[in-house]
């Protein structure tokens, strides 16, 4: 009340005793007097941001030219912003107070970090009725170089893109302007600021150390992150000052965006992401029918591993089937018979299928674009959600979560296990490539979760189609003459102002090395032990088989014959059908050309590892997967898992249905059930004499372990039906 009454009263002296371009109140500028106006013809995401960053302080903000053209030139090249003006002094026609307070500021690459309380503050220690924000460059005319007044420290030329003042005072300043929408704003405001008359009636000034404002251009280097208390400023380190806007002007928008990711409390230390869970799009409660319609986007460009899985993965994607279109692009030959499968047992399930094979001459650039257009011309899909096939979806609600994210442009983040290689870059080198941000390693290795606006995102990313259909509807988003399509695409999607978001609020999954991959087999996944060995466990070691160390499920059938689970139903099946398509199985005879001195004394019918190049691979398999369990089996005796003889046999009623007793040349053996008993075979097994113990129902994906010589004696006991395989390792021979 009391601060009410008194600025009444300096109105009222004001209006007296001074001219009020020149009245000077003498107490704090109440925070009701201050209005700031932006011009914003579009909502963008950098006008979210500068609006979130105004609510969060308590700004009163009038946004001038809302639903109008804009028509003030390329703000990113040309100068233009005459449209500003113009909307800035129509709006100040209709502002009767004499002691109003406004600033005028952008938007679309502005945030403010600090509340009014400080600006007004600032603003009142200068001394002035109108303030410019200052930059290090001159613009538009360095001509007019000579006519600035010196300053003694700080910046010397006139910003536009933020100003605050006297109502009146702008009032005045504007009163000329009669220029046209896409004349210079900074132009017009210079030659005012030039001229020492109307500087001095008007009564500007610059922020020449940006006490209130930061323009970035030309100004990187002065700049950094402050964190305290549980909110973020900038601070300039040149001046010692802590700016209360700042200003990603020209072209700094990629700076403007990573500060944007923590000024004033997007993300902090003591709170974390403040904001990730504003303006969000609840999917829970809706019927399937009213599940937004998406085109999942497949790309499948070079031979990568585990592309059945992938497709697994797809299948079980928490959507409803009949809110979602395919659109697969396959560039690869080696695929068809993938893409095939999946298709055949599953097109039927999605609402429509739209697959481009590798005979159709579609280069991967015009597949992307026939990708959008089947979201573009559909006017039932709401987005795009575009995915390489390199990538490891393991979060299986990634659709439903991004959804509900709400945003035009969001990015699961992944990376590659163990490594700092990930989906998104923090930064650009100036010459558009990756550069490292100063958080980068905190966001992929989660230290900082949230959701960040980053300048490029690949592999995979959930797009908006009204985004699709207006901001990005070029057909040529992909193609340059320098960059790669992805950063071109990039470039094309920052240039349109639409921020490309990546969150590490949840783990969606990794991303496959397909450097090295060979395609040369008939089941080459087996081959990634070495490149993908999260992927090659997942697909084929037994999934109890972590609970071997942790609790007691190795069993123990005979004396020192230890059984337990290690390979997967499928490892076995791809063990057996890659042996039996290369073929060429031994003929059971003592003469045995591939083992050293070329005698066999208890020969079976096989195949080596190493005839099918998987000798590395059974190695690293042994050392990986068998090596621990012997060593908690045999505690003192540490093996590093060498082999010379490693091999499948096939034990076959009318070929070779037995093996006669014998010790193993091994000092441990392990002998894995590739088969089911009962069901692919009936009979077979293992007998150890000295014991008479057998084990008759061997298991499918089941190892058994047992010392090679001495003490166990054994044979392998007649397979009467069906085709029995095993895999036998005779290790530290
Ligand atoms: C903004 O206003 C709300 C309610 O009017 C208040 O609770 C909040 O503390 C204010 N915030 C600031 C930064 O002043
Ligand atoms: C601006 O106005 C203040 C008083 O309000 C005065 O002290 C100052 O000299 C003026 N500056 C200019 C450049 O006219
Ligand atoms: C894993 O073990 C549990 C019991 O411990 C069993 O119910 C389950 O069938 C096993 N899984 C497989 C694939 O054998």
């Not at 990568?304 to 809110?323: A, D, G, I, S």
């Not at 123990?556 to 014959?561: E, G, L, M, Q």
């Not at 002998?671 to 008479?692: E, H, K, M, P, S």
Request: net charge negative; charged share 25%; proline share 6%.
């Amino acid at each position: 009340m009391k601060t009410e009454i008194l600025s009444a009263l300096f109105v009222l002296v004001c209006l007296n005793v001074f001219s009020p371009l020149h009245c000077e109140p003498k107490g704090p500028i109440p925070e009701g007097n201050l209005l700031v106006l932006t011009v914003a013809t579009k909502e963008t995401d950098g006008f979210k941001r500068f609006m979130r960053s105004a609510r969060h302080f308590n700004y009163t903000v009038k946004v001038l030219g809302r639903g109008e053209k804009w028509t003030g030139g390329d703000y990113m090249s040309a100068p233009g912003g005459g449209q500003k003006v113009r909307l800035l002094k129509s709006a100040l026609d209709s502002i009767k107070e004499e002691d109003k307070i406004i600033l005028f500021v952008d938007s679309y690459d502005v945030i403010f970090s600090s509340g009014p309380k400080e600006l007004l503050k600032k603003f009142q220690q200068t001394k002035h009725k109108v303030l410019f924000s200052s930059e290090t460059l001159i613009w538009p005319d360095r001509h007019l170089e000579d006519k600035y007044p010196h300053v003694r420290e700080g910046k010397r030329f006139l910003g536009a893109g933020g100003f605050i003042g006297y109502a009146p005072n702008l009032k005045e300043m504007v009163s000329d302007w009669s220029g046209k929408d896409d004349d210079s704003d900074q132009l017009f405001f210079t030659k005012i600021y030039i001229n020492p008359e109307k500087r001095k009636s008007i009564n500007i000034t610059l922020d020449s150390k940006c006490r209130l404002f930061q323009n970035l251009d030309g100004a990187l280097d002065e700049v950094v992150l402050k964190f305290e208390n549980g909110r973020v400023r900038a601070r300039n380190v040149l001046y010692d000052t802590l700016p209360v806007i700042v200003h990603g002007n020209g072209p700094t928008k990629l700076q403007i965006n990573y500060l944007g990711n923590y000024i004033p409390k997007v993300w902090t230390f003591e709170t974390g992401c403040s904001v990730c869970n504003e303006d969000l799009r609840p999917l829970s409660g809706l019927k399937e029918s009213e599940y937004p319609g998406v085109v999942i986007g497949i790309f499948i460009e070079q031979p990568t591993p585990f592309l059945t899985v992938f497709f697994e993965r797809l299948f079980h994607l928490k959507y409803p089937k009949n809110r979602l279109k395919l659109f697969i692009y396959n560039q690869e030959p080696h695929h068809d018979k993938h893409v095939h499968a999946f298709l055949q047992n599953h097109e039927a399930e999605y609402q429509a299928v739209k697959m481009i094979g590798p005979d159709e001459g579609v280069d991967h650039i015009t597949s992307r674009n026939i990708g959008f257009d089947m979201c573009r011309d559909d006017p039932d899909c709401e987005y795009f959600f575009s995915m390489e096939a390199d990538v490891v979806l393991k979060n299986e609600d990634a659709l439903k979560i991004l959804i509900e994210l709400n945003k035009p442009f969001i990015a699961p983040m992944m990376s590659k296990p163990g490594r700092l290689w990930s989906n998104f870059w923090g930064a650009l080198s100036a010459d558009g490539y990756y550069a490292r941000s100063e958080d980068y390693v905190d966001i992929v290795q989660g230290r900082r979760v949230g959701i960040w606006n980053v300048p490029y995102v690949s592999q995979i990313y959930l797009l908006r189609a009204d985004i699709l259909r207006n901001e990005l509807k070029a057909p040529d988003l992909f193609q340059s003459a320098t960059l790669d399509p992805d950063m071109a695409f990039c470039s094309r999607v920052r240039d349109q102002g639409v921020f490309m978001f990546v969150t590490n609020m949840h783990t969606y999954g990794r991303i496959l090395y397909t450097e090295n991959y060979q395609t040369d087999h008939l089941h080459n996944d087996l081959w990634q032990i070495f490149d993908n060995p999260v992927d090659w466990e997942e697909r084929y070691i037994h999934p109890n088989y972590s609970q071997i160390m942790k609790g007691n499920i190795v069993e123990t059938p005979c004396p020192d014959v230890y059984w337990f689970p290690v390979f997967s139903q499928v490892a076995c099946d791809h063990l057996v059908e890659e042996m039996e398509n290369y073929g060429k199985w031994s003929g059971g005879g003592n003469v045995d050309t591939r083992i050293q001195g070329g005698y066999e004394n208890v020969p079976t019918i096989d195949i080596h590892m190493n005839q099918v190049n998987f000798d590395k691979e059974w190695h690293k398999f042994l050392l990986e997967y068998i090596a621990p369990v012997t060593e908690k089996m045999f505690p003192g005796y540490y093996t590093k898992a060498q082999f010379d003889l490693a091999f499948v046999v096939r034990y076959k009623p009318d070929e070779q249905p037995s093996l006669k007793p014998h010790h193993d040349a091994s000092t441990f053996t392990v002998n894995i059930a590739l088969n089911q008993v009962g069901i692919d075979f009936q009979g077979g097994g293992c007998r150890f004499l000295r014991y008479d113990c057998s084990i008759q129902a061997p298991r499918k994906g089941w190892a058994l372990m047992h010392p090679g010589r001495l003490t166990h004696y054994h044979e392998g006991l007649p397979t009467t039906g069906g085709v029995r395989y095993i895999a036998v390792s005779f290790v530290d021979p």
